[in-house]
């Protein structure tokens, strides 16, 4: 198995923060709240090679692990669900979701 590392997601709705291990060829593009139509999700509680090989997974905040506040102490999430979404690729092509239609950040910083 590929090294792995601790990452940490932020829940759009409520700021709870969510840690995962993720292998190190993180492909991540957004954090929506909506899932992006089409696209299949594994969960936290799958193991890391189903979870690496969907197109993101789907969070329910607090009710499928733990999460912390920003400084690491333990609260309750807000039990909305939220999607991280991995870059994705199509015939060749990368697909390029609009983060203003789906909600949500998108982590490569283009305008």
Known sequence: MDRTVTVRYTCPHCD???SLE??????????TTMAQPGWTYATPADDIERREAADGIAFH????QP????DGDPIEG???PFYLNYVRFEHGVELEPDPPTYGG???????
């Open 22 to 31: 993720r292998t190190v060829d993180l492909a991540d593009r957004s954090v």
């Open 105 to 111: 950040p998108r982590f490569d910083f283009r305008p």
């Open 61 to 64: 905040c607090g009710e499928d």
């Open 78 to 80: 807000c039990g909305r």
């Open 67 to 70: 999460v912390t506040d920003w």
């Open 16 to 18: 709870a923060v969510v």
